[in-house]
Structures are given as C-alpha cells and as structure tokens.
C-alpha cells in the first residue's frame, strides 16, 4: 500500500472515530450546579439541575449531604437512599437542592491518601461526595459563590469572575466530559504564565509565595516531558494550587499540592509529577468504575519508578515497594488489582500503587519498551475523555505486541497476594568436567509464570541469566566458568513477589501493618503523654502500661515502646542507650517473634501527637530516625540482603600441627584479661584439667582473681563459702548446695579444682539461677513465674542475637522427640540461664575491682561468645577471652583458642548400685543391679536404707554424695531396715568391702 493510501485510510478511522465519539458525545448528561457557602457554620449549600438527553440508568450518590428537595421534569419526587446512593432510571431533567457540613474530619486516615472535604473560613476544599454524583461521564457547568477575598479553583479551560460584594461568583468552562468535579477556594495569591499555549496558573498562600515560580517551571518541565512521552497536554489550562491537607491530588485541569510536599521541599521532583501526569491518566483518560483503577499503578511506575531508575535508585524503590507490601498488606487486606478502587488505607494503597506499578514494570519488561511506548501513546491519543478498563489495556498490548497476553493480566490483574519463591537443593556439581549449579525452585500455591532473573559470581566473571517458571517445582542446572562464589536470584528487584526473610529489614512500616499492635508505656508517661495515646488508640493501637506487658503480647503483637528505660527494653535488648539530644524512633525485629517488631520512641517528648503519627507513617521505610527540633537530621535502614542470596563459601579450615601453639604458651596472654571463659564438655575430665591448669597459673602469677562455676546455683552461695572456710565438711556442701539434685554431673570431675580453691583461698563464684525457675520457664514460659520468681530474673536481658537463635533451634529441632515442647520456651529459658550468669559475673566485677575471673561453663554458653561473654560485656565492657575445646566448633568465630587436650580418664566414682524411691524413714530399695557393692552387701530388694557409715540417708543425692570420695578397698557400713515375716521392720548393720 502506497503511502498516500495509508494517509488516507488513517484520515478514514480518524474521522469515523471522531463522529462516533461525538455522537456518544451528544448523549451524556449536562450537570449545571452551583453551590454557596456560610463558611462561619462550615455549611454548603447547592443546587443541581442534570438533563439526560436520552433514557438514562445511572446511580447518584448523595453521601453525607441532606437533601431539601428533588423534581423530575419539575414534579416533586421522595429522593431516598439506600446505602448512600439513590437508583435514577429516566429522561429529562432531575433538579435537586441539597446542603452538608464539612468539618475536616479525616478520621484516622494516616494513608494521607483520600483528601476530605472542608469548609471553614481558613478555605475551602470539595474533592469527593460534596454534591449528587452519578456514575457516568457528564458534561459541568459550576458555579461557586465565595466569600470576598477567596480565589476559587476547578476544573475548567475559561473562568468567568462575578463580584457580588461580600461575595464573588466563579463560573468555571469546561467544554469536555469528565466523571469528576472537585473545587478548592481560598485565601491565595495567583501567578500566571503562558506556555506553548497552555495558560498555567500558579495559586499559593501568602508564606509560600516565593515558591510559585518554582512549581510553575517544574510545570513547564513535566508537560514538555509527558508531551514526548505519551500526547500533546489535552488542555488549554492549568492550575497548580497549595492544599489545606497532607495529601496531594488531581482533578482535570487542576494539580493540588498537599501540605507535606510543601513543607517537605525534596519531595517536590517525584510527587509533583505524579500529578501532572494525572492529566492525562485519571485527568482526560478515566478508570472505568467497578472494574478497577489502573490509574494509580501507572502513574506511579510512569512518575516514580521511572524517575528513580534515571537516577541509580530503581532497584532500592522496588525493594521498597516489596516491603511494604510484606508490611501492609496480610491475607484479610489483600486485593486483586480488579478489585482496587483507590487507597483508602495502607493495605490498599501498597496494593495500587504499589503492585501496580510493579506490574506495569513488569509489562514493559515483557512486552519491550518499543511496544510500551506505543501502547502509552495509542491510548492517550485515541481514547481521550472515554473510560478504560484493565482488559481496555489488554486489548491494545495485544493488537501493538501481536501476542497473547490473557495468562499475564490474569495472574497480575485477577489474582490475590503476589508470588513466593524459595530455593533448595543448592548445589555445585562437577558435570562433564564443567562446574555446574544446581538448584530448585519452588512456588508456594498455584503457580504463576515467571521470568526470574538469576546472577552467579564466580573467582572470574560473573554470569546472568532469566529463568522461565511455570510449575510448582522446577529443577534448573547452570553451568559456569570457574569456582562459583555466590549466587542471587531477582536481586533487581524486577518481579513482584514476596520477600525473603533475608531481605526484609526491620523498618517502621512493618511496625505500622501489623494487625495488632501495642504502645507501651510507663504509668508516668501515660500521664504526660496522654494525647498521644488518645490518639494512637483511636487509630487502633492497644494501649498498655509496661508493667502489663506479658510474653504473650509479644509474641503476637509488634510493640511501640515509649521512652529508653522501658523494662520491657531491658527485658528483650537488655535496655536501649538514650539518646544525646531529639527523639529517636528506631525498630528491631522481635526477638520473641521474628515477624513481628519493636519500634521505640525515646528520647524527646511526643506530645504533638498528630506529628507524632504522621512522622511513622511519612518515615515507614527507615529503621532509624532522629528527630531534632521537628526535623528528620538522621535517617537509616538497617542492612539487608539483595535478592534471594547464598554463598557457595565453603572454606576448609587448616590447621599445621608444627606451628600450634601449646597451652602453657597461650597462659601469659591470660594473665591480665578480665574474664577468662573456659568452656567444658561436663563429662570430659581432660577440659576440666586444662581449667585447673589455667586456675593454678594465675595464681602462681599472683593473680586476684574468682571461679565462677555454672555447676552452682546463686541461693546456695551462702554453703559455698562455708565449705571453703571450713564450716561445713565435704558431704555437708554437696548436700546443702543441691549439687547432685540440681547439677548430676559427677562430683569428681571438679573436685580438684574446689579442693585448689579451698586450698589457695580463691573464692568459688555460684553463677547459676535456680533449676525450678529455668525449668518453669523451658515448660510454661515466663508469663507463668510467680511475683517471688520474678524478683530472681535478671533486670535486663537481650533476646536479640539472631544467630544464637539459630543454633538453639537446630538443637531443639534436633531434640524435639524428647517432649512436646515450644521451641519459644526453651529459647527464653536458655537466654535466662545465660543471662542470671552474666550479671553474676558483671556484679562481682564491679564490686572486686581489680580482680579476674576464670569462668567455667558448658562450651554452649560461651561459644562464639553468644551466650555468656558478650552479655557480660553488655554489662560491663570489660574485655573477654574465650576458650573452647575442640568438639565444641573449630571455625574462625569459635572463640579466641581451640584446645585440643588428649583424652583422659576421669577419677573412678564407685556406685552402690541400687535403684530405690524415697519414704519419710529412707530409701525403698525397688532393685539391685547384679554384682554391684549392694549385692555384696546383702542387700534385698524392698529393704530401706536409712545410713551409710554415719551418714544419714533421706534422698537418692545422698548416696552419690556418700559414694564421692570411695576408693578401692574402703570398708562400708549399710544400714536397713528389713522386713520382719508378719509386721514391721527390723534393723540391720551390713557390711562390705569395695
């Protein structure tokens, strides 16, 4: 075809385009209204005359707006509504006259993403359900008569200004259909300007003047911008107002600025072109109404995301948008984009703005920018002032691309929630003599298709490449060149899916979408603070004081916690510094819950509530701010991962033997550390002789210094010292400090070393708390300790460390065959036994200064320094050094030495060999293990042993104690009491030889 022909055929379609669009054009209803105001009483009033050229359905809406009377064709007629809307079948004329208050009332609308209608003598602003709206498009005569003084603004091309002595009429022209009509009034000052034919006009308050020009060459900018991008500007005019809220929006015609924007300047470059775009899209292009609104989506892929990606920064705003929506949106407040309407909360608006633009990035990613471009362009010249619908966008991708694009819009359009990938089975493989990773990938649910983009790090090069899912469960092998290093999956952030753990960082706006959540605070500053917890409880907060908070409520709420000395701060972080000066807002994640958070509020005061919120929510994806003086000085996000990542860091450490070092070598680098922690395997006598090796340098060194030993438990200190200045005898203190009933690990392991300290004058440091309470916990949790146990917790402790949680849920998974137990239990009974003796330690430091302290504990407790040293050091900040034997972990961050002691046999402890149960007069023998001593001895089965020698025995412990310090060849007396033929019993006096 020639291209005259071609001309010609356009020309064709133009012109049949353009009669059909007139025809319809003909038929849309006129809506004349005018509205007066008693800005004094906050009232409109108004009148609304709409003439249905042709037989009409349509619903009005009549929202909160009373209606005084109503005529059909000039008869009366009843206007009731149901569920704020009235239905309107006819042809003709419907005149209403209808008056509402407007307040201001935002309710608790923090999304700051509906704007609400006000009248007041401040000014004026009408954006939704001010009058009778119906539900198509219509042609808009408006009228407004305002007070002297005030400059109205709508949606209009020409505006005719009336003065009518205290007040002043406006009529605004509009020649084109719209769905819409907003108007705004007030005390401004008007800038004008004539650029390529497009009258821009400027309106701002008194203060802000000065800003006018600005916003009028950002105007310029964006028009010349989105003119290349998509069509010439559909109008003649356009008016860029300051608004009375913290929102901005658009109407056709008029770009409203919200009061954030203008007090918060930087935003000015990304917001203010979102709603100059919106002349085009939602402004002269409309969202079909019912069958969701794409307008939002694309504005902000078009305004923001694009905007973001010139300047480096694409990839952290799509992470953001992942974030958020992990944040907001839970299964209740999920929407398919069919179903959004606009952003009337965070859920929702995280979801069309959001998901929308991810999708629209995802679109163009698919169809080639090419195409995009087109599409964009096809729309905005052809369907100007008609309504568009998602399959609208279906159609023209199509008809453009050429391809089938049903299966994309259907996942993305029709479906809820968004994709969840994870990984397994990752590999590296030698295959056919090339390095080879291989991998699963698995999506949770249906399946949806999708291009994931892959990147393998190598010593050498780096290597890309797009995988295509499909299936639930697909298998996937990459072969590369050289030794993989790490491998990311999507850290472009160029799908939408859900985020990994691993990249998600605890921020602000994870603490704000959370479904329940509580603000904490002291009995004190709910006094002083009692505004902001009005507030925050009207905004759905659970208001609690401190003392109030339970296990419980951490576990399934995220917390705002008020003020840095919080004990609920010092009872999961073991407390929070304070700040130096301002207010600092910060998040953690929940040490009791990893989904949920913690934010804390310290610092200054927050008796500004309103700012207060608003700050949340204006800084949701920091997980740090400091405010000074009402400005945000500091901001930060914590570290995170990008994409789905790992390491194929598998280092193998290497050991010389020549070269190690002996034990006697490493002591003089001991001699002036604080604390020495000598970690132990309980049953392996050779850890203990290193300790007692360690123990007798130091003191031969003159040394101050103390033991401190896990094996005792702190209420029983009083029965140590008194064994060491030799009150109570051996069997004495065993018996008196509980040690077998509470510890079990044989005596004989750690008798050389008391025997030293007892010799040598070295105190003997119990650092343990009671079993009971460790065990309650392990069992219950801490909501089930008594007012008297509490008093035994220690006062701050930190849940905090991640990677110590991690190993404890390895070995409670490991173990979990051994009860039905809550792995949250068993974590905070471990924290609790590693804390009670992290503050021994930093209590006895800070009364004996100038003193060491050798401590012996499990290796658990003090491997890579997570149990024990480092919450000391929390305490204390004095320095540390850890020591751990070879089966406990040899990797870098074991501790600073790993001794490797050859085995020996521990000290022989002799058993009597008798199972029995405990009666009011002794030991009821159930059984006697064969050839034990208690078969030599003659004991029987049912006898009760009351003594041994001259020791009285009234539990099981006792016999172990007795049995301690037996050798070889030592003579033993029994005592029993056995059963006579009929009645009672008769005692006797057994003897035998070990």
């Known amino acids: 075809m020639s291209i005259t022909k071609l001309l010609i055929v356009v020309a064709f379609l133009i012109t049949l385009f353009l009669t059909g669009y007139a025809e319809a054009d003909q038929l849309l209803p006129q809506y004349d209204l005018a509205v007066s105001f008693d800005t004094g009483n906050n009232l409109l009033r108004g009148s609304a005359k709409i003439t249905f050229p042709a037989q009409t359905k349509t619903d009005i809406s009549q929202g909160d707006l009373k209606i005084l009377s109503a005529r059909v064709n000039g008869k009366p007629v009843e206007f009731q509504g149901k569920n704020g809307a009235v239905a309107f079948e006819g042809k003709g004329t419907l005149e209403i006259e209808f008056e509402a208050v407007f307040k201001g009332e935002s309710g608790q609308n923090f999304v700051n993403a509906i704007p609400y209608n006000i009248v007041s003598s401040a000014g004026i602003l009408l954006a939704d359900r001010w009058y009778p709206e119906i539900s198509s498009l219509a042609h808009y005569r408006v009228s407004a008569t305002v007070p002297s003084g005030f400059l109205a603004i709508s949606s209009a091309e020409e505006v005719i200004v009336s003065n009518k002595g205290q007040e002043t009429e406006y009529s605004f022209i509009f020649p084109y259909p719209v769905q819409q009509i907003s108007l705004i009034a007030g005390h401004y000052r008007e800038k004008k300007e004539n650029w390529k034919g497009v009258n821009i006009h400027a309106y701002f308050f008194s203060e802000n003047t000065y800003l006018a020009q600005s916003y009028i060459e950002y105007t310029k900018k964006y028009l010349d911008e989105y003119e290349k991008l998509l069509s010439p500007y559909p109008y003649k ?19 409203v600025i919200g009061r954030e924007q203008i007090t918060f300047s930087f935003l000015t470059d990304s917001s203010f072109s979102r709603v100059i775009l919106r002349q085009w899209f939602g402004g002269s292009i409309y969202v079909e109404a019912g069958k969701g609104n794409w307008a939002d989506g694309l504005t902000a892929y078009l305004a923001d995301q694009r905007a973001e990606e010139q300047r480096g920064k694409g990839k952290n705003y799509r992470k953001q948008i992942l974030i958020n929506y992990a944040s907001y949106v839970d299964p209740v407040r999920e929407h398919a984009l069919k179903d959004y309407q606009g952003a009337v909360d965070l859920a929702s608006g995280v979801t069309g703005y959001g998901k929308g633009s991810m999708f629209f990035s995802m679109l163009e990613k698919l169809a080639g920018k090419d195409v995009f471009s087109q599409v964009l362009q096809t729309i905005t010249q052809e369907r100007q002032f008609q309504v568009l619908s998602w399959d609208n966008f279906r159609t023209v991708f199509e008809q453009i691309s050429g391809d089938d694009l049903s299966w994309f819009f259907q996942q993305w359009i029709t479906r809820k929630g968004v994709p969840s990938v994870e990984v397994s089975d990752l590999k590296v493989i030698m295959k056919k003599g090339v390095p080879t990773v291989t991998f699963d990938l698995r999506q949770q649910g249906e399946p949806y298709r999708l291009t994931l983009p892959v990147r393998i790090s190598t010593e050498s090069e780096g290597k890309s490449e797009v ?32 985020i990994a753990p691993e990249e998600f960082p605890p921020v602000i706006a994870t603490f704000l979408g959370s479904e329940k959540r509580i603000f904490v605070m002291s009995r004190d500053e709910r006094q002083r603070s009692r505004k902001t917890a009005d507030a925050l409880a009207k905004a759905g907060f659970v208001i609690k004081e401190d003392q109030d908070i339970k296990d419980e409520d951490i576990r399934t709420s995220s917390l705002l916690v008020l003020g840095h000395d919080s004990p609920v701060l010092h009872r999961l972080f073991g407390g929070v510094q304070k700040p130096k000066s301002g207010l600092i807002l910060s998040v953690q994640k929940n040490p009791l819950n990893p989904d949920k958070v913690i934010a804390v509020a310290s610092g200054g005061p927050v008796d500004d509530s309103d700012r207060f919120i608003q700050d949340m929510y204006r800084y949701g994806e920091y997980s740090f701010v400091h405010f000074e003086q009402g400005s945000a000085r500091e901001k930060k996000t914590d570290d995170s991962e990008n994409g789905i990542a790992f390491s194929f860091d598998e280092s193998v450490l290497v050991f010389q033997p020549q070269k190690a070092e002996m034990l006697k070598d490493i002591l003089p680098s001991l001699l002036h550390v604080p604390i020495i922690y000598l970690g132990e395997r309980h049953t392996s006598y050779e850890d ?15 040394r101050k210094f103390a033991i401190g030993m896990e094996m005792f438990q702190q209420p029983f200190q009083k029965s140590i010292d008194e064994y060491l200045d030799g009150t109570l005898n051996e069997r004495e203190f065993l018996r008196a400090t509980g040690y077998y009933k509470r510890w079990q690990y044989e005596y004989n392991n750690y008798r050389e070393i008391v025997e030293y300290a007892k010799a040598r004058h070295v105190p003997l440091k119990a650092l343990n708390i009671r079993s009971e309470i460790v065990q309650k916990v392990a069992a219950t949790g801490m909501d089930s300790l008594s007012d008297s146990e509490w008093k035994e917790i220690p006062g701050s402790m930190d849940m905090s460390d991640w990677e ?40 006895f430091m800070e009364e004996n200064p100038g003193h060491q302290m050798v401590i012996l504990a499990g290796a658990g407790h003090v491997i890579y320094g997570s149990g024990i040293p480092k919450r000391a050091f929390r305490l204390n900040g004095k ?4 020591v751990v034997p070879d089966e406990a972990g040899i990797d870098r961050d074991a501790g600073n030495f790993v001794l490797f002691a050859e085995q020996q046999e521990p000290p022989l402890t002799l058993k009597l060999g008798i199972m029995a149960n405990k009666t009011e007069t002794g030991l009821k023998i159930d059984q006697i293990v064969p050839r034990s001593i208690a078969a030599a001895a003659g004991i029987e089965e049912g006898d009760i042993l009351v003594a041994l020698d001259d020791w009285k025995i009234a539990e099981i412990e006792d016999v172990r104690i007795f049995m301690s310090d037996k050798q070889r060849g030592d003579t033993i007396k029994l005592t029993v009491l056995r059963k006579k033929f009929l009645f009672g019993y008769k005692p006797l006096e057994l003897t035998v030889t070990i």
């Not at 005019?237 to 770009?255: H, M």
């Not at 320095?879 to 850890?882: A, F, G, S």
């Open 879 to 882: 320095q540390y050094t850890v």
């Open 688 to 702: 203990h002789k290193v300790q007692l090796e360690v123990i007798q340098y130091l003191h031969e060194k003159g």
């Open 804 to 843: 110590y949680r991690a190993r404890l849920e390895q070995i409670f998974e490991n173990h979990r065959h051994q009860g039905n137990r809550s792995f949250e239990n068993f974590y905070q009974s471990q924290i609790l036994w590693d804390e009670t003796m992290a503050h021994a330690i930093a209590q």
């Open 237 to 255: 005019r356009i008016s860029v107002v300051e608004g009375f809220q913290p929102a901005d929006y658009a109407a056709p015609t008029v770009a």
């Open 467 to 498: 995988l295509t899912l499909k299936q639930a469960l697909e298998h996937f092998e990459i072969p590369v060149n050289g030794t993989p290093v790490e491998i990311s999956f999507d850290d472009e952030y160029e799908v939408m899916r859900k």
